[in-house]
């Protein structure tokens, strides 16, 4: 679990003597030392890695948190939003509560509801409390664990003669492949030989065991130095895994459950580098479909009191289904009657369960904190959408496109070959402090996702710009000091982008150009030249961000960065 956070960890045991709890900050490693040596008894236990919300990644503010007689442990995911509140009422009957963080609370709740039944003093807490949590619960005379979720997800691993409790699959893998999904509002009594779900309102619920496939394999690192060089190794057979059984003859299949004809609009939600991929989505969509494409947050989004309703289609994108903000958009867009579609890694994620439709991008698991493989896709997934639309519009096919999206991973091979080409620039450009990244058309999101992979993995800041805004403002910034990264493969705005170049180099400014292999001209403004196989401008940006993948894992690796968990980054960001 330790991608969803490594500020601390921490453990608590049930055992004879009561609840035996373990501490440290920072990462998993670090309970390991605390704890060697140390007798471990007990059939029954939790645990948490954290990524800090509220309070700083100390020892105190680590989980679980205990209530103050020590009866009850807890786990927390989400924000608990009214926990000042609580923490009031508690502390005027005498609570004495210990960190800054907003989950203990929840622990001396319970125990102040305990009076019998361990389930009813949980749900008595939990009716006071709002916010999102996904929860682990045990007390030092039950035998059993009790999760609970809303708004952060859960799952149960059915093992034999033991059971587990995760927020999310891969935690479990190792020990068994049966799967039982949480929803909001849903609580679990979890005992050695088996479980029971209510939701809140002490309802039964029948749960569906899901028989997951991947494998623990696939989410080892297979001899790379980290997992995200080997997730841009990928790269070939995540498209192949996307595009698989997708295209037939020349033609498009998708299985949609969706009236493409009664939609006016589109409006793609997303965060981060998935919204990156939504912006080329909106080129792709718009320039293939013709139909009019908006983009958002997902944040924004859904505190804009958006403008959809039943004649738009509204498309989450998203790696691993569970971003809090990214869901809230999709709940605030069902709700308007919008038609909704997912573009989701994680088969059977929040996400990926509540939209109507979509399409899973098979890119198997992704680990390393900074998306790679999954943006490849996330594309690859966009355009074929966009291909079958036009397709079913009866539109003339676009054959070029197609033929090339079927080469797609023989190309991606060969812009792998470029890893120690680019390290050689990296160890160039190791030392900056800023770094300018441009673009034009299917290129600008390209620049916006290569700063955000070099700022978030290597901490060089870095910004994304369309090309000929530069002029309008950060030219201002272009010295010797200021390394700009031009994306420049050949399209029709080739032309304007060697005078962007020019522009730079008159101010004293470096370029780093990443162009066409065919490319003569570029190669005479500069020495820093990464050069890609050409393919149609609808896929170029999964060709030309590959090398900005390579750029930022590079300068982050000699910078002794492990980049697959980056300072204050967690992989899903499952808090608003
Ligand atoms: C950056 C990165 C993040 C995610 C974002 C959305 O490399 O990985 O910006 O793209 O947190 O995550 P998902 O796609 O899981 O919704």
Redesign the pocket.
């Known amino acids: 679990m330790e991608y969803r956070g490594y500020d601390s960890a921490g453990m608590t045991i049930k055992n004879s003597a009561g609840l035996a709890t373990f501490k440290a900050v920072g990462k998993i490693t670090e309970l390991e030392k605390k704890i060697s040596g140390k007798k471990l008894e007990g059939n029954l236990g939790i645990a948490h890695t954290r990524w800090a919300t509220h309070g700083e990644p100390n020892e105190i503010n680590a989980h679980p948190h205990l209530d103050a007689k020590g009866e009850v442990a807890i786990v927390h995911n989400g924000i608990i939003e009214n926990y000042c509140a609580l923490k009031d009422f508690l502390t005027k009957e005498g609570f004495k509560i210990i960190s800054d963080t907003d989950s203990e609370i929840v622990a001396h709740l319970i125990q102040k509801f305990h009076n019998g039944s361990f389930s009813e003093a949980v749900v008595k807490a939990l009716e006071l409390i709002e916010g999102t949590f996904g929860l682990a619960i045990v007390q030092k005379d039950e035998n059993r664990i009790i999760a609970a979720r809303r708004g952060s997800p859960l799952v149960l691993g059915v093992g034999e003669g033991e059971m587990f409790v995760a927020s999310d699959v891969s935690a479990v893998l190792d020990y068994t492949k049966k799967i039982v999904y949480l929803n909001d509002d849903e609580l679990a009594v979890v005992e050695k030989d088996g479980y029971s779900v209510k939701n809140l309102k002490g309802k039964e619920v029948n749960k569906k065991v899901h028989e997951i496939k991947w494998t623990l394999d696939q989410i080892e690192k297979k001899g790379f130095k980290h997992f995200m060089l080997k997730e841009i190794f990928e790269q070939p057979e995540a498209v192949i895994n996307t595009l698989r059984g997708r295209i037939k003859e020349g033609k498009i299949k998708l299985s949609l459950d969706l009236d493409l004809d009664s939609l006016k609009r589109v409006v793609i939600v997303?965060?981060?580098?998935?919204w990156h991929s939504a912006l080329i989505g909106k080129y792709l969509l718009e320039k293939i479909v013709g139909i009019p494409v908006e983009v958002d947050y997902a944040s924004e989004f859904r505190y804009r009191d958006p403008l959809v309703g039943k004649n738009d289609l509204v498309i989450v994108?998203?790696?691993?289904g569970e971003?809090a903000d990214?869901l809230a958009a999709l709940k605030e867009a069902k709700a308007k009657g919008a038609k909704t579609f997912g573009i989701i890694n994680v088969v059977g994620s929040t996400i990926a369960r509540e939209v109507k439709t979509g399409i899973y991008l098979h890119a198997g698991p992704e680990i390393g904190?900074?998306?790679t493989k999954?943006f490849t896709v996330q594309v690859v997934d966009l355009l074929l959408l966009a291909l079958f639309w036009r397709q079913e519009k009866g539109l003339r096919p676009e054959k070029n496109i197609i033929r090339d999206l079927e080469a797609l991973p023989e190309k991606i091979k060969e812009v792998l070959e470029q890893s120690d080409n680019i390290r050689k620039l990296a160890e160039k450009f190791v030392n900056c402090k800023n770094i300018l990244y441009l673009g034009r058309g299917f290129n600008f999101p390209v620049a916006l996702e290569g700063a955000?992979?070099l700022k978030?993995i290597s901490y060089i800041h870095a910004e994304g710009y369309p090309a000929a805004e530069m002029k309008h403002g950060p030219i201002a910034l272009i010295d010797k000091d200021m390394p700009v990264m031009f994306i420049a493969t050949r399209d029709s705005t080739y032309e304007k982008i060697l005078s962007n170049m020019e522009e730079i180099r008159a101010r004293g400014g470096e370029i780093i150009a990443i162009v066409s292999e065919e490319d003569k001209r570029i190669s005479k403004l500069t020495k820093n030249v990464i050069k890609v196989p050409s393919v149609s401008p609808e896929l170029m940006p999964i060709i030309n961000a590959i090398p900005m993948q390579f750029f930022a894992y590079h300068v982050a690796d000699l910078k002794g960065i492990d980049m697959d968990k980056p300072r204050n980054l967690a992989k899903?960001?499952t808090v608003e």
């Open positions: 997303a965060c981060g580098t998935s994108i998203s790696q691993s971003t990214t904190v900074a998306s999954a955000l992979k978030e899903s960001v």
